[in-house]
T-cell receptor, first 115, second 112 residues
Framework: AQKVTQAQTEISVVEKEDVTLDCVYE???????LFWYKQPPSGELVFLIR??????QNEISGRYSWNFQKSTSSFNFTITASQVVDSAVYFC????????????FGEGTQLTVNP | SQTIHQWPATLVQPVGSPLSLECTVE??????LYWYRQAAGRGLQLLFY??????ISSEVPQNLSASRPQDRQFILSSKKLLLSDSGFYLC???????????FGNGTRLTVT
């Protein structure tokens, strides 16, 4: 079975603070893919990043960075110097090699960045 | 470039009425197609997915059904809506099962 846990339901920060969104996953597969999506108030889901299970290199894209650690089954997302426009619900998701095309989402973390 | 269209954007339907939500993808062929629902909370629940015309996999037994009459068309239907069917319905596509899903803008359904 595959499962994604985002323990933080809501996070509130002040602009320019750094914030980390946690994601812990469960899978029996050795090959799997991890994703982060952003859902702004308008509702559409925006793809942010994909990681496969064989690539543990951390990634940085502008103010966004991701820390993938297989030893702890975590794929955490950090926003540096947060901005009001970062306010959204963020979803972590998992796709197992053996699960066909099923993408399992966590429950999401509501991030509010206050000015 | 590829685009995904989903309509209508919002819908208010009485209990017991039928439902038809449509999703089409342009600029690609033989995409994998998905229907997700996001209920009052935030979680996204996979309802159906399709890897080809006429091939539908159902994830959750309920009064909804899906069809794929054409390669890039995915339809979500119900013969009789329930109050519990209210939610935000999202269509998505991917060129293959390992690639990121790309989502439509969603349909907000309210069953009254």
């Amino acid at each position: 079975a595959q499962k994604v846990t985002q323990a933080q339901t809501e996070i509130s920060v002040v602009e320019k603070e750094d914030v980390t969104l946690d994601c812990v996953y469960e899978t029996r597969d050795t090959t799997y893919y991890l994703f982060w999506y952003k859902q702004p108030p308008s509702g559409e889901l925006v793809f942010l990043i994909r990681r496969n299970s064989f690539d543990e290199q951390n990634e940085i894209s502008g103010r966004y960075s991701w820390n993938f650690q297989k030893s702890t089954s975590s794929f955490n997302f950090t926003i540096t110097a947060s901005q009001v426009v970062d306010s959204a619900v963020y979803f972590c998701a998992l796709m197992q090699e053996t699960s066909g095309s099923r993408l399992t989402f966590g429950e999401g973390t509501q991030l509010t960045v206050n000015p | 470039s590829q685009t995904i269209h989903q309509w209508p954007a919002t819908l208010v339907q009485p209990v017991g009425s039928p439902l038809s939500l449509e999703c089409t993808v342009e600029g690609t062929s033989n995409p994998n197609l998905y229907w997700y629902r996001q209920a009052a909370g935030r979680g996204l629940q996979l309802l159906f997915y399709s890897v080809g015309i006429g091939q539908i996999s159902s994830e959750v037994p309920q009064n909804l059904s899906a069809s794929r009459p054409q390669d890039r068309q995915f339809i979500l239907s119900s013969k009789k809506l329930l109050l519990s069917d209210s939610g935000f319905y999202l269509c998505a596509w991917t060129p293959d099962r390992h690639s990121p899903l790309h989502f439509g803008n969603g349909t907000r359904l309210t069953v009254t």
